[in-house]
């Protein structure tokens, strides 16, 4: 089974950029589906984008376009999410998950059944 981990957040101040990272371990992306949620304090996790590696079209939340960009490294079966003009609100732990593609599209934390541990993301402003 395909597991998962994230790396790259840290303390930004607003208006800069960040790159997050989520690697595959145990399996490759090959036939998964993958997404990034981020959980603030006291607050329910947030869909941000999914993506099936296969066809790569990814689909974002309403509130996550045009600041956000997921992509892909093939050679090191890793998928990255680039934030830019990060915000104080953007301010949580970015979660990196993938479950088995199916064909049908994805937005729930439920949906996966794999999960990362969370990388934090703070930004000052």
């Known amino acids: 089974q395909v597991q998962v981990a994230e790396s790259g957040g840290g303390l930004v101040q607003a208006g800069n950029s960040l790159r997050l990272s989520c690697a595959a371990s145990?399996?490759?992306?090959?036939?998964?589906?993958i997404a990034w949620f981020r959980q603030a304090p006291g607050k329910d996790h947030e869909f941000i984008v999914t993506?099936?590696?296969?066809?790569?079209?990814?689909y974002y939340a309403d509130s996550m376009k045009g600041r956000f960009t997921v992509s892909p490294n093939h050679a090191e079966n890793t998928v990255y999410l680039q934030m830019d003009s990060l915000k104080p609100e953007d301010t949580a732990v970015y979660h990196c998950?993938?479950?088995?593609?199916?064909?049908?599209?994805?937005?729930?934390?439920?949906?996966?059944?794999?999960w990362g541990l969370g990388t934090q993301v703070t930004v000052s402003s």
């Open positions: 993506v099936t590696w296969q066809n790569w079209r990814p």
């Open positions: 998950c993938t479950t088995p593609s199916s064909g049908s599209l994805k937005i729930r934390w439920s949906d996966y059944h794999y």
């Open positions: 145990g399996g490759t992306f090959s036939n998964e589906d």
